[in-house]
Protein backbone atom coordinates (compact mmCIF):
# COMPACT_ATOMS: atom_id res chain seq x y z
CA UNK A 1 0.00 0.00 0.00
CA UNK A 2 2.57 2.15 1.14
CA UNK A 3 4.44 1.86 -2.64
CA UNK A 4 1.61 2.35 -4.30
CA UNK A 5 1.14 5.72 -2.81
CA UNK A 6 4.70 7.17 -3.46
CA UNK A 7 4.03 6.00 -6.86
CA UNK A 8 0.41 7.93 -7.06
CA UNK A 9 3.20 10.97 -5.83
CA UNK A 10 5.36 10.67 -8.24
CA UNK A 11 2.76 10.76 -11.04
CA UNK A 12 0.91 13.41 -9.88
CA UNK A 13 4.53 15.54 -9.68
CA UNK A 14 4.83 14.38 -12.70
CA UNK A 15 1.95 15.09 -14.43
CA UNK A 16 2.05 18.79 -12.58
CA UNK A 17 5.46 19.36 -13.92
CA UNK A 18 4.41 18.49 -17.28
CA UNK A 19 1.54 20.82 -16.78
CA UNK A 20 3.32 23.40 -15.82
CA UNK A 21 5.80 23.69 -18.93
CA UNK A 22 2.98 23.48 -20.95
CA UNK A 23 2.14 27.37 -19.40
CA UNK A 24 4.11 29.46 -21.47
CA UNK A 25 3.24 28.58 -24.22
CA UNK A 26 -0.74 28.96 -23.64
CA UNK A 27 -0.31 32.61 -22.31
CA UNK A 28 1.76 33.12 -25.09
CA UNK A 29 -1.58 32.42 -27.42
CA UNK A 30 -3.49 34.13 -25.01
CA UNK A 31 -2.19 37.39 -25.38
CA UNK A 32 -2.70 40.15 -27.81
CA UNK A 33 -1.37 40.89 -30.74
CA UNK A 34 2.32 43.24 -31.03
CA UNK A 35 3.09 46.13 -32.75
CA UNK A 36 5.95 46.01 -35.20
CA UNK A 37 8.68 47.98 -33.00
CA UNK A 38 11.90 47.58 -34.83
CA UNK A 39 13.39 46.47 -38.31
CA UNK A 40 16.52 45.78 -39.61
CA UNK A 41 17.12 48.44 -40.91
CA UNK A 42 15.94 50.27 -37.66
CA UNK A 43 18.34 48.19 -35.43
CA UNK A 44 21.58 48.68 -38.25
CA UNK A 45 21.47 52.29 -37.78
CA UNK A 46 21.18 51.83 -33.83
CA UNK A 47 24.14 49.13 -33.80
CA UNK A 48 26.02 51.68 -35.88
CA UNK A 49 26.54 54.03 -32.42
CA UNK A 50 28.07 51.64 -30.54
CA UNK A 51 31.45 52.48 -29.89
CA UNK A 52 33.41 50.40 -26.68
CA UNK A 53 35.10 47.36 -28.72
CA UNK A 54 34.14 44.71 -26.03
CA UNK A 55 30.62 43.19 -26.46
CA UNK A 56 29.12 40.17 -27.52
CA UNK A 57 25.82 38.99 -29.85
CA UNK A 58 23.38 35.99 -30.01
CA UNK A 59 22.65 33.68 -33.26
CA UNK A 60 19.92 31.61 -33.32
CA UNK A 61 18.30 30.23 -36.18
CA UNK A 62 15.25 27.91 -37.63
CA UNK A 63 12.49 29.59 -34.73
CA UNK A 64 9.65 28.24 -37.20
CA UNK A 65 6.74 30.49 -35.56
CA UNK A 66 3.21 29.87 -36.44
CA UNK A 67 3.50 26.14 -35.30
CA UNK A 68 2.73 25.34 -31.25
CA UNK A 69 5.57 22.76 -30.76
CA UNK A 70 8.13 24.97 -32.46
CA UNK A 71 6.66 28.12 -30.47
CA UNK A 72 6.95 26.17 -27.15
CA UNK A 73 10.80 25.58 -27.37
CA UNK A 74 11.60 28.92 -28.88
CA UNK A 75 10.09 30.71 -25.64
CA UNK A 76 12.43 28.51 -23.51
CA UNK A 77 15.06 29.78 -25.53
CA UNK A 78 14.02 33.27 -25.22
CA UNK A 79 13.62 32.59 -21.52
CA UNK A 80 17.26 31.67 -21.58
CA UNK A 81 18.68 34.18 -23.62
CA UNK A 82 17.02 37.07 -21.88
CA UNK A 83 19.47 36.17 -18.61
CA UNK A 84 22.35 36.05 -20.51
CA UNK A 85 23.23 39.88 -19.25
CA UNK A 86 21.88 39.12 -15.62
CA UNK A 87 25.20 40.00 -14.50
CA UNK A 88 25.58 43.36 -16.54
CA UNK A 89 29.09 42.38 -17.42
CA UNK A 90 29.24 42.06 -21.21
CA UNK A 91 27.03 44.14 -22.67
CA UNK A 92 24.57 42.42 -25.00
CA UNK A 93 24.49 44.67 -28.48
CA UNK A 94 21.25 42.05 -30.66
CA UNK A 95 20.34 38.65 -31.40
CA UNK A 96 20.21 37.53 -35.10
CA UNK A 97 17.71 35.23 -36.24
CA UNK A 98 19.20 33.48 -39.41
CA UNK A 99 16.03 32.12 -41.15
CA UNK A 100 13.02 30.56 -41.09
CA UNK A 101 11.74 32.81 -38.66
CA UNK A 102 8.17 31.38 -39.38
CA UNK A 103 6.82 28.05 -39.90
CA UNK A 104 5.15 28.50 -43.40
CA UNK A 105 5.55 32.43 -44.34
CA UNK A 106 1.60 33.32 -43.45
CA UNK A 107 0.80 36.63 -42.48
CA UNK A 108 -0.60 34.78 -39.35
CA UNK A 109 3.24 33.10 -38.56
CA UNK A 110 4.54 36.40 -38.94
CA UNK A 111 2.54 37.92 -36.26
CA UNK A 112 3.23 34.72 -33.70
CA UNK A 113 7.13 35.64 -34.81
CA UNK A 114 6.52 38.99 -34.06
CA UNK A 115 5.32 38.47 -30.47
CA UNK A 116 8.09 36.25 -29.74
CA UNK A 117 10.30 38.74 -31.15
CA UNK A 118 9.51 41.59 -29.32
CA UNK A 119 9.85 38.91 -26.21
CA UNK A 120 13.53 39.22 -26.69
CA UNK A 121 14.78 42.14 -24.26
CA UNK A 122 17.73 42.88 -27.39
CA UNK A 123 17.78 44.51 -30.68
CA UNK A 124 17.04 41.58 -33.65
CA UNK A 125 17.88 41.29 -37.23
CA UNK A 126 16.12 38.63 -39.15
CA UNK A 127 17.50 36.77 -42.04
CA UNK A 128 14.98 35.17 -44.41
CA UNK A 129 15.12 31.33 -44.61
CA UNK A 130 13.57 29.05 -47.64
CA UNK A 131 10.06 28.85 -45.00
CA UNK A 132 9.80 32.82 -45.13
CA UNK A 133 8.36 33.33 -48.45
CA UNK A 134 6.49 29.66 -48.51
CA UNK A 135 2.86 31.31 -48.94
CA UNK A 136 3.63 32.85 -52.19
CA UNK A 137 7.36 31.98 -52.54
CA UNK A 138 7.61 35.55 -54.71
CA UNK A 139 6.27 38.87 -54.61
CA UNK A 140 3.59 38.43 -52.05
CA UNK A 141 5.17 36.55 -49.71
CA UNK A 142 8.93 38.84 -50.05
CA UNK A 143 6.76 41.36 -48.61
CA UNK A 144 5.28 39.68 -45.68
CA UNK A 145 8.93 39.67 -44.89
CA UNK A 146 9.60 42.83 -45.47
CA UNK A 147 6.57 44.34 -43.34
CA UNK A 148 7.69 42.36 -40.45
CA UNK A 149 11.34 42.16 -40.81
CA UNK A 150 12.64 44.89 -43.18
CA UNK A 151 15.38 44.29 -45.95
CA UNK A 152 16.51 40.58 -46.71
CA UNK A 153 19.75 41.76 -47.98
CA UNK A 154 22.03 44.41 -46.54
CA UNK A 155 25.30 45.55 -44.19
CA UNK A 156 25.85 46.99 -40.89
CA UNK A 157 28.33 48.06 -38.26
CA UNK A 158 28.67 47.35 -34.92
CA UNK A 159 31.86 48.97 -33.25
CA UNK A 160 35.03 47.07 -34.43
CA UNK A 161 33.26 44.57 -36.20
CA UNK A 162 31.24 44.29 -40.05
CA UNK A 163 28.22 42.48 -40.71
CA UNK A 164 26.89 41.05 -44.33
CA UNK A 165 23.53 39.75 -44.21
CA UNK A 166 22.53 37.09 -47.60
CA UNK A 167 19.50 35.75 -48.84
CA UNK A 168 20.18 32.42 -50.28
CA UNK A 169 16.70 30.86 -49.40
CA UNK A 170 17.08 29.55 -53.27
CA UNK A 171 20.32 27.66 -52.31
CA UNK A 172 22.42 29.51 -54.57
CA UNK A 173 23.77 33.26 -55.24
CA UNK A 174 23.91 35.46 -58.38
CA UNK A 175 26.75 36.97 -60.41
CA UNK A 176 24.81 40.26 -59.36
CA UNK A 177 25.00 39.21 -55.26
CA UNK A 178 28.11 37.54 -55.52
CA UNK A 179 29.66 41.47 -56.79
CA UNK A 180 27.57 42.71 -54.26
CA UNK A 181 29.10 40.30 -51.44
CA UNK A 182 32.79 40.73 -52.88
CA UNK A 183 32.07 44.80 -52.60
CA UNK A 184 31.33 44.47 -48.99
CA UNK A 185 34.08 42.33 -48.56
CA UNK A 186 36.31 44.90 -49.24
CA UNK A 187 34.80 47.27 -46.65
CA UNK A 188 35.03 45.02 -44.30
CA UNK A 189 38.96 44.97 -44.18
CA UNK A 190 38.90 48.25 -42.22
CA UNK A 191 37.14 46.27 -39.66
CA UNK A 192 38.64 43.94 -37.12
CA UNK A 193 36.12 41.30 -37.56
CA UNK A 194 33.81 40.39 -40.38
CA UNK A 195 30.70 38.03 -40.00
CA UNK A 196 28.57 36.68 -42.28
CA UNK A 197 25.03 35.98 -41.66
CA UNK A 198 23.24 33.60 -44.06
CA UNK A 199 20.13 30.80 -43.90
CA UNK A 200 21.53 27.65 -46.06
CA UNK A 201 25.06 26.62 -45.15
CA UNK A 202 27.83 26.11 -47.90
CA UNK A 203 28.54 22.95 -47.10
CA UNK A 204 27.03 19.72 -46.15
CA UNK A 205 26.72 19.52 -41.95
CA UNK A 206 25.28 15.55 -42.02
CA UNK A 207 25.38 12.41 -44.42
CA UNK A 208 21.77 12.46 -43.82
CA UNK A 209 21.49 15.91 -45.24
CA UNK A 210 18.98 16.53 -48.68
CA UNK A 211 20.91 19.65 -49.30
CA UNK A 212 24.25 19.45 -50.79
CA UNK A 213 25.53 22.68 -51.77
CA UNK A 214 29.02 21.13 -51.86
CA UNK A 215 28.23 19.74 -55.47
CA UNK A 216 27.08 22.80 -56.69
CA UNK A 217 29.57 25.46 -57.99
CA UNK A 218 28.58 28.68 -55.27
CA UNK A 219 29.85 27.08 -52.77
CA UNK A 220 33.20 26.70 -53.60
CA UNK A 221 33.56 29.95 -54.69
CA UNK A 222 31.46 31.67 -51.26
CA UNK A 223 34.10 29.09 -49.46
CA UNK A 224 37.20 30.82 -51.52
CA UNK A 225 36.14 34.64 -50.96
CA UNK A 226 35.53 34.28 -47.34
CA UNK A 227 39.07 32.62 -47.09
CA UNK A 228 40.83 35.57 -49.20
CA UNK A 229 38.67 38.34 -47.23
CA UNK A 230 39.56 36.59 -43.83
CA UNK A 231 36.24 36.20 -42.79
CA UNK A 232 35.82 35.52 -38.96
CA UNK A 233 32.77 33.96 -38.81
CA UNK A 234 30.12 32.37 -41.06
CA UNK A 235 26.61 31.42 -39.10
CA UNK A 236 24.08 29.28 -41.35
CA UNK A 237 21.00 27.32 -40.21
CA UNK A 238 18.69 25.17 -42.13
CA UNK A 239 19.72 21.94 -41.38
CA UNK A 240 18.52 22.12 -37.97
CA UNK A 241 21.28 20.70 -35.44
CA UNK A 242 24.25 22.57 -34.12
CA UNK A 243 27.99 22.09 -36.16
CA UNK A 244 31.41 23.95 -36.24
CA UNK A 245 33.42 23.46 -39.19
CA UNK A 246 36.43 25.24 -40.17
CA UNK A 247 37.30 25.71 -43.76
CA UNK A 248 40.67 27.69 -44.39
CA UNK A 249 40.65 30.43 -42.08
CA UNK A 250 37.35 31.07 -41.69
CA UNK A 251 34.87 28.98 -38.97
CA UNK A 252 31.36 28.19 -40.04
CA UNK A 253 28.64 27.60 -37.77
CA UNK A 254 25.20 25.78 -38.54
CA UNK A 255 22.70 26.28 -35.86
CA UNK A 256 19.52 25.52 -36.39
CA UNK A 257 18.01 24.58 -32.69
CA UNK A 258 16.08 27.97 -32.49
CA UNK A 259 12.81 26.15 -31.43
CA UNK A 260 11.79 24.34 -34.61
CA UNK A 261 11.22 20.32 -34.29
CA UNK A 262 15.01 18.19 -34.41
CA UNK A 263 15.18 15.15 -36.04
CA UNK A 264 18.45 14.57 -35.96
CA UNK A 265 20.07 12.88 -32.45
CA UNK A 266 21.41 14.85 -29.34
CA UNK A 267 24.30 13.46 -30.06
CA UNK A 268 25.03 14.19 -33.03
CA UNK A 269 23.32 18.13 -32.85
CA UNK A 270 20.01 17.76 -32.89
CA UNK A 271 19.50 19.97 -29.73
CA UNK A 272 17.94 23.46 -28.98
CA UNK A 273 20.92 25.74 -28.97
CA UNK A 274 21.62 29.23 -29.41
CA UNK A 275 25.93 30.93 -29.79
CA UNK A 276 27.08 33.25 -27.73
CA UNK A 277 30.01 35.08 -29.69
CA UNK A 278 32.22 37.44 -27.73
CA UNK A 279 34.41 40.33 -28.93
CA UNK A 280 37.28 42.16 -27.26
CA UNK A 281 39.17 44.51 -29.54
CA UNK A 282 40.81 42.02 -31.87
CA UNK A 283 39.83 38.88 -29.53
CA UNK A 284 37.07 36.65 -30.22
CA UNK A 285 35.48 33.86 -28.76
CA UNK A 286 32.17 31.57 -29.03
CA UNK A 287 29.92 29.61 -26.79
CA UNK A 288 27.26 26.97 -27.54
CA UNK A 289 24.07 26.94 -25.17
CA UNK A 290 22.30 23.82 -25.01
CA UNK A 291 18.67 23.98 -24.16
CA UNK A 292 16.62 21.72 -22.31
CA UNK A 293 13.17 21.33 -24.66
CA UNK A 294 10.39 21.93 -22.60
CA UNK A 295 9.67 18.89 -20.28
CA UNK A 296 6.07 18.15 -22.10
CA UNK A 297 7.84 18.32 -25.39
CA UNK A 298 10.77 15.92 -24.10
CA UNK A 299 8.36 13.23 -22.81
CA UNK A 300 6.40 13.63 -25.76
CA UNK A 301 8.96 13.41 -28.60
CA UNK A 302 13.18 13.72 -27.66
CA UNK A 303 13.37 11.23 -25.10
CA UNK A 304 11.32 9.08 -27.82
CA UNK A 305 13.32 9.96 -30.38
CA UNK A 306 17.11 9.50 -29.34
CA UNK A 307 15.62 5.77 -27.69
CA UNK A 308 14.64 5.23 -31.31
CA UNK A 309 18.33 6.03 -33.02
CA UNK A 310 19.81 4.30 -29.32
CA UNK A 311 17.66 1.24 -30.96
CA UNK A 312 18.72 2.05 -34.73
CA UNK A 313 22.58 1.64 -33.25
CA UNK A 314 22.06 -1.82 -31.54
CA UNK A 315 20.16 -3.52 -34.88
CA UNK A 316 22.88 -1.87 -37.07
Not at 193 to 209: C, D, E, V, Y
Request: aromatic share 18%; net charge positive.
Amino acid sequence: MRTNKVLKWILILFLLANAYSFLPVIRFYLSPGEKIKCTNESVAKELKQNKDPYFSFIVTSDTGSGMFFNESATLKIVSRINRENRFKKVPFDFVANIGDITFRGRESHYKNYLKIKNMIKFPVIDVIGNHDDDFDNGPRGLALFHKYSGSEEFSFVDRNAYFIVLDNKGGNFSEKQFAWLENELKNSKSFKHTFIFMHKPPFNPLQQAWYRPETNSWSHRFLNLCDKYEVSMVFSGHENISRVVKFGRVTYFVCGGGGTLLIQPTAEGGFLNYIVVKINKDYLDYEIRKVFPPLWQFFTFYLWKDLAFFLQGLLN
